[in-house]
């Protein structure tokens, strides 16, 4: 299995770009999230989705969008980028809940020039 | 806002020494998970302590929960090189269907 698998591994956008942050999952799980780390301030959850079909927003969800169409797929949408999103971005997903063992992806390192 | 926040938060030790780091939360909760990231990848599932565990073990890994002062704790035994990462507590925010990180602990363990 390739558990959870993020493209790309670095981006740079400029101010107002449009992009996907593509995230996979082949161990058939229900709960996907994604989160973004800032320095010195942890991961802060940015959606979720606790099967396909259904999202909900975390702690952080401006400026972001996302969908579920399959069990697998969970891409995040940032809609016009800003400088603020500078990040590292995880998905992550669990076979049931936000408690359950979640498995996290390699990252996605975005610059928002 | 942060429902973990971790203690120290930076702590280096010699290779074969012990390493505690602390966890407090601020709302009552249900259970406490913690979790490890290497430099530059995504986090790793260590050990989940439920409210009515006061210790839990895991190999070199033993975690506390004192629900009564709201914290927790991680104590490495015998701590190696490899050992060197961040690590984190997660505390359920929202039922089961979120969590909230602290802002971590970064170990140093120097050979």
């Known amino acids: 299995n390739a558990g959870v698998t993020q493209t790309p591994k670095f981006q740079v956008l400029k101010t107002g770009q449009s992009m996907t942050l593509q995230c996979a999952q082949d161990?058939?799980?229900?709960?996907m999230s994604w989160y973004r780390q800032d320095p010195g301030m942890g991961l802060r959850l940015i959606h979720y989705s606790v099967g396909a079909g259904i999202t909900d927003q975390g702690e952080v969800p401006n400026g972001y969008n996302v969908s579920r169409s399959t069990t697998e797929d969970f891409p995040l949408r940032l809609l016009s980028a800003a400088p603020s999103q500078t990040s590292v971005y995880f998905c992550?997903?669990?076979?049931?809940?936000?408690?359950?063992?979640?498995?996290f992806g390699p990252g996605t390192r975005l610059t928002v020039l | 806002s942060q429902q973990g926040e971790e203690d120290p938060q930076a702590l280096s030790i010699q290779e074969g020494e012990n390493a505690t780091m602390n966890c407090s939360y601020k709302t009552s909760i249900n259970n406490l998970q913690w979790y490890r990231q290497n430099s530059g990848r995504g986090l790793v599932h260590l050990i989940l302590i439920r409210s009515n565990e006061r210790e839990k073990h895991s190999g070199r890994l033993r975690v506390t929960l004192d629900t009564s002062k709201k914290s927790s704790s991680l104590l490495i035994t015998a701590s190696r090189a490899a050992d060197t990462a961040s690590y984190f507590c997660a505390t359920p925010s929202g039922g089961y269907q979120k969590v909230t990180f602290g802002t971590g602990t970064k170990l140093q363990v120097i050979p």
């Open positions: 161990m058939n799980h229900e709960y």
């Open positions: 992550a997903s669990s076979y049931g809940t936000a408690v359950d063992e979640q498995f």
